[in-house]
């Protein structure tokens, strides 16, 4: 016992040590079998094909390889992370693999990296998973009551699609003793039930026999069908029809038209009357025969019930019976075969295709894996394939059905940026069939071409004064490459510009090549910008190309003239574009300005050079020219002005009823478009010498600043008045008494004393005129800026002082006398106001009142702003000071506010 145990172990290990051979003899070869069982879930493992092929797992991953088959149905799939070859869904086999003993599924594996195809069979092994089954569940058979015992009748077989052990294996019957059950042995080995007449039958007795059929296969657990069978006695006929032949054969083409009769059965009965009506029908046949033919049960005509098609079955068997209207009958075999015609074209299947090469791909290289194939059989199935003309491509056989298309020479992208490769097949039938694949393939590009510019140098114009940011000029480059080979970027070459990186100045748009300007320019500044662009594409490494690009920048008129002379006014002055003459005395805050002061004599001839006003613009070309015209004088008429050189002259002679001071106003235009200006002032004084020019500018008063609210104003000047009377009032009872008070205790002079007393420094001389002046005229000029207030004593040339009355004894002024004798009699020459500085300790009587007034003035806190409060006051014994000193007051108000008609009522009473 343990030594045929041990020879049971032997041949197990061989035998496995075969199947391990044969595997490894198969993968060597490139082929792989394996086999499963049938009805497995999604997913389920067949094989470790990475193992079993050695291949990388690697190479296997990201889409390396997958597992086609030949038939639409894909019932494998590769796990890429594993390599195990897996079912893609349910497999049955009896589906698949119908009267088949052996059933074995296809596909291949194709390996994207190496391309390379395997081809792999798996073997789908039956289970037991249909029971028998019964075309007719509820049969009726009717037997003759003359049949002999010992008769036959065949009975439906059951149909079960499993095989081997699984399939059919045994029939039994039960119900009735005048029937038994035989199972033949047909030479296929099919198992075919009949049933035996066991007893004679008898109509009288029983006219129905009811039976159960039962049919088992061999699984474990066995699988049951069943059919009922009723049987009915009939009366006697005893002669049943015969067929003509045994086995009815015919081949019709696949292409046979639906309805087309293939052949009729023929079967004779001997009998007559109803006996000998013979009928037709198909007692035995497969599913597939009972679809694609129909048998004419009165005639036993067959017809074709659909298209024929020789790829899906080539062969059809079915059993005829011809039966007589006293249920006796024969039966006979139909063969029928089809023959193929040549109605499937060649089928191409893309298995693996590049979409992209490039462009440097050496000869030979793989860019598609084909499946080739047709359907049909003999010459009709084979199949030549070949390529479009001029593509630099060429057909090689891979393995049986497979061909690969390589490159056939060097590509060049320039020239072809892809192709559309057409692979045609055609097979060997009459006529012959045609079909055709197309592969789309594009070249990608190597960087080969550098960028080149639309122009060899660009240049462009600018004005000045550019908004920044402005568009100056666009540059283009193209670049023959492809893809990032040929996107162009653009930027700017190193440089500088006045010292300042040139990047300050303008850039250029990365993308569009668009330059732009970062500033203002200005003309004056910079007249040209030269600059280089260059242009680079994407490749690796990159490929550039540079361009002078050069930038004029164009003049505009932007700067007005500009006035040298006369020269512009201190502080406030006009608006720009403008300017104005300053007169040689004014006040510090700039109340009082005069424009340029020029003097002409009464004399002068017409055409006498006066003035000349010089301007300049610093803009160039035609906005750089000048022109001047008089556009307002005091006098139209009187005196005219040079076109281009601004000369001002006079038009005619001056008469005696012309003014003496005129003002002109000129103005400087240039030629630009619009035309900018500027304006310049004149004051001209018609005087034969510089005193008289002196007088006649001393008379003039600066104007009132503007005010707001009139009765605002008149309100608060009136309470300052009330409030400042009343102080001077106080302050002059006071001074007043301690004059009487000194009166009392020292002797009044004599008048002789008293003109001799008095200093040389109190004549004055102006143009020959000597005189002694009795009265002391003083100027306070208070401001809101304590710091520029001034008391000045001048005589002659405030014109609204009261003149001091003469006294009795005295002489009238002298007149008339020669002013040489008067300045030797006053070394000095000195003005009032000069001499009353030069002499130390010197103050007029009024002065201290006046300082006082000042000094009150200066703390008071006034809101408003003051431009000038002018104190003019006469000290003589007629007239009282405290009526002078009101009367400056009101003078003094009237230089903070308009002047209203109150005020000169108020002045005029009180001075009368």
């Given at each position: 016992m343990c030594a045929a145990r041990e020879g049971r172990c032997g041949r197990r290990q061989r035998a496995l040590l075969c199947c391990v051979l044969v595997a490894a003899w198969e993968a060597a070869r490139g082929q792989l079998r394996y086999s499963v069982p049938e009805e497995l879930p999604k997913g389920s493992f067949v094989g470790d094909v990475a193992k079993d092929l050695a291949l990388e797992l690697a190479a296997l991953g990201a889409g390396g390889a997958r597992v086609v088959s030949p038939g639409r149905a894909q019932y494998f799939a590769l796990h890429a992370s594993s390599g195990h070859l897996v079912t893609a869904e349910r497999i049955d086999r009896e589906q698949l693999c119908r009267l088949l003993e052996k059933c074995v599924l296809r596909c291949e594996l194709i390996v994207e990296g190496e391309m390379k195809v395997y081809a792999i069979e798996v073997e789908i092994t039956d289970i037991n998973d249909n029971a028998p089954t019964f075309k007719e569940l509820q049969v009726e058979e009717r037997m003759n009551e003359l049949t002999a015992p010992g008769t036959r009748f065949p009975l439906s077989k059951a149909h079960d699609p499993d095989v081997g052990v699984n399939s059919l294996q045994s029939y039994a019957l039960s119900g009735d003793e005048h029937f038994s059950l035989s199972v033949q042995a047909g030479a296929d080995g099919e198992k075919r039930p009949e049933l035996v007449l066991a007893k004679a039958l008898d109509r009288e007795e029983a006219a129905f026999h009811e039976l159960l059929l039962r049919a088992s296969d061999g699984g474990d657990p066995a699988r049951t069908g069943t059919a009922r069978i009723r049987v009915a006695v009939l009366d006697a006929n005893d002669n049943a029809p015969a067929f003509s032949q045994a086995v009815y054969t015919v081949r019709v083409p696949e292409d046979v038209p639906v309805g087309s009769t293939l052949l009729?059965?023929?079967?004779?009965?001997?009998?007559?009357?109803?006996?000998?009506?013979?009928?037709?029908?198909?007692?035995?046949?497969?599913?597939?025969?009972?679809?694609?033919?129909?048998?004419?049960?009165?005639?036993?005509?067959?017809?074709?019930?659909?298209?024929?098609?020789?790829?899906?079955?080539?062969?059809?068997?079915?059993?005829?019976?011809?039966?007589?209207?006293?249920?006796?009958?024969?039966?006979?075999?139909?063969?029928?075969?089809?023959?193929?015609?040549?109605?499937?074209?060649?089928?191409?299947?893309?298995?693996?295709?590049?979409?992209?090469?490039?462009?440097?791909?050496?000869?030979?290289?793989?860019?598609?894996?084909?499946?080739?194939?047709?359907?049909?059989?003999?010459?009709?199935?084979?199949?030549?394939?070949?390529?479009?003309?001029?593509?630099?491509?060429?057909?090689?056989?891979?393995?049986?059905?497979?061909?690969?298309?390589?490159?056939?020479?060097?590509?060049?992208?320039?020239?072809?940026?892809?192709?559309?490769?057409?692979?045609?097949?055609?097979?060997?039938?009459?006529?012959?069939?045609?079909?055709?694949?197309?592969?789309?393939?594009?070249?990608?590009?190597?960087?080969?071409?550098?960028?080149?510019?639309?122009?060899?140098?660009?240049?462009?114009?600018?004005?000045?004064?550019?908004?920044?940011?402005?568009?100056?000029?666009?540059?283009?480059?193209?670049?023959?490459?492809?893809?990032?080979?040929?996107?162009?970027?653009?930027?700017?070459?190193?440089?500088?510009?006045?010292?300042?990186?040139?990047?300050?100045?303008?850039?250029?748009?990365?993308?569009?090549?668009?330059?732009?300007?970062?500033?203002?320019?200005?003309?004056?500044?910079?007249?040209?910008?030269?600059?280089?662009?260059?242009?680079?594409?994407?490749?690796?490494?990159?490929?550039?190309?540079?361009?002078?690009?050069?930038?004029?920048?164009?003049?505009?008129?932007?700067?007005?003239?500009?006035?040298?002379?006369?020269?512009?006014?201190?502080?406030?002055?006009?608006?720009?574009?403008?300017?104005?003459?300053?007169?040689?005395?004014?006040?510090?805050?700039?109340?009082?300005?005069?424009?340029?002061?020029?003097?002409?004599?009464?004399?002068?001839?017409?055409?006498?050079?006066?003035?000349?006003?010089?301007?300049?613009?610093?803009?160039?070309?035609?906005?750089?020219?000048?022109?001047?015209?008089?556009?307002?004088?005091?006098?139209?008429?009187?005196?005219?002005?040079?076109?281009?050189?601004?000369?001002?002259?006079?038009?005619?002679?001056?008469?005696?009823?012309?003014?003496?001071?005129?003002?002109?106003?000129?103005?400087?235009?240039?030629?630009?478009?619009?035309?900018?200006?500027?304006?310049?002032?004149?004051?001209?004084?018609?005087?034969?010498?510089?005193?008289?020019?002196?007088?006649?500018?001393?008379?003039?008063?600066?104007?009132?600043?503007?005010?707001?609210?009139?009765?605002?104003?008149?309100?608060?000047?009136?309470?300052?008045?009330?409030?400042?009377?009343?102080?001077?009032?106080?302050?002059?009872?006071?001074?007043?008494?301690?004059?009487?008070?000194?009166?009392?205790?020292?002797?009044p002079p004599s008048a002789g004393a008293a003109l001799r007393g008095v200093p040389a420094s109190h004549f004055v001389g102006i143009d020959g005129v000597r005189a002694f002046l009795r009265s002391y005229s003083h100027d306070v000029s208070l401001t809101a800026d304590s710091r520029k207030s001034q008391l000045r004593c001048a005589g002659g040339s405030c014109c609204d002082t009261l003149p001091a009355r003469p006294p009795p004894d005295e002489a009238a002024p002298l007149r008339g006398e020669d002013a040489a004798a008067h300045r030797a009699a006053e070394p000095d020459g000195l003005p009032v106001s000069a001499a009353t500085a030069a002499a130390p300790g010197f103050l007029p009587p009024f002065s201290l009142l006046a300082r006082l007034s000042l000094s009150l003035f200066t703390l008071f806190p006034i809101t408003f702003p003051l431009s000038s409060l002018c104190i003019r006051t006469d000290v003589c014994c007629s007239r009282p000071s405290f009526t002078v000193l009101f009367l400056s007051l009101l003078d003094g108000i009237s230089h903070w506010v308009p002047r209203p008609p109150i005020f000169s009522c108020v002045q005029v009473i009180i001075m009368w």
């Open positions: 009729t059965i023929t079967a004779t009965d001997p009998d007559d009357g109803t006996n000998a009506d013979v009928k037709y029908s198909v007692k035995v046949a497969t599913e597939m025969a009972s679809k694609y033919f129909n048998l004419v049960a009165e005639t036993g005509a067959i017809k074709v019930a659909r298209n024929l098609d020789f790829e899906e079955e080539d062969s059809y068997e079915f059993e005829v019976q011809a039966r007589d209207a006293g249920e006796l009958f024969d039966t006979a075999k139909v063969s029928i075969s089809v023959t193929d015609v040549n109605d499937n074209a060649p089928e191409i299947s893309v298995r693996s295709a590049l979409s992209e090469i490039s462009e440097d791909a050496a000869p030979g290289t793989v860019v598609a894996l084909l499946h080739v194939q047709d359907r049909d059989s003999g010459a009709n199935g084979e199949v030549r394939c070949s390529l479009g003309e001029g593509v630099p491509f060429r057909l090689e056989r891979a393995l049986d059905d497979y061909y690969s298309v390589v490159t056939a020479r060097e590509l060049d992208r320039e020239r072809a940026s892809e192709y559309n490769v057409t692979v045609r097949a055609a097979d060997g039938g009459s006529p012959a069939l045609r079909s055709g694949a197309v592969l789309a393939l594009r070249v990608l590009d190597v960087n080969d071409n550098a960028p080149v510019f639309a122009e060899a140098r660009y240049s462009a114009r600018l004005p000045e004064n550019n908004a920044e940011g402005a568009l100056v000029l666009t540059v283009r480059a193209w670049d023959a490459d492809w893809g990032q080979n040929a996107r162009v970027r653009y930027r700017l070459r190193e440089g500088r510009l006045r010292g300042a990186p040139l990047s300050s100045y303008v850039s250029v748009q990365a993308e569009t090549g668009a330059l732009y300007a970062l500033r203002s320019f200005d003309y004056e500044e910079v007249r040209e910008v030269e600059l280089w662009v260059r242009a680079e594409d994407g490749g690796a490494p990159p490929l550039s190309s540079n361009v002078s690009v050069r930038l004029l920048i164009a003049d505009e008129n932007d700067n007005a003239p500009q006035v040298l002379y006369p020269p512009a006014a201190p502080g406030p002055g006009p608006g720009p574009g403008s300017g104005a003459g300053v007169g040689a005395w004014g006040s510090a805050s700039g109340a009082w300005s005069w424009a340029g002061v020029e003097l002409a004599p009464r004399s002068a001839e017409p055409g006498a050079l006066v003035a000349k006003v010089v301007a300049v613009d610093a803009d160039a070309g035609q906005n750089a020219w000048l022109s001047y015209e008089l556009a307002k004088a005091t006098e139209p008429g009187l005196f005219r002005v040079g076109l281009h050189s601004g000369e001002v002259r006079t038009a005619r002679s001056p008469l005696a009823r012309d003014a003496a001071r005129h003002s002109l106003v000129v103005v400087v235009k240039d030629r630009g478009r619009p035309a900018l200006s500027a304006t310049a002032t004149l004051t001209v004084v018609l005087a034969e010498s510089v005193a008289e020019l002196l007088s006649e500018l001393g008379s003039a008063a600066a104007p009132a600043e503007p005010a707001g609210s009139l009765t605002r104003w008149l309100v608060l000047a009136v309470a300052a008045v009330s409030c400042l009377f009343l102080a001077f009032l106080l302050l002059l009872l006071a001074l007043r008494l301690r004059r009487w008070r000194r009166s009392r205790l020292l002797p």
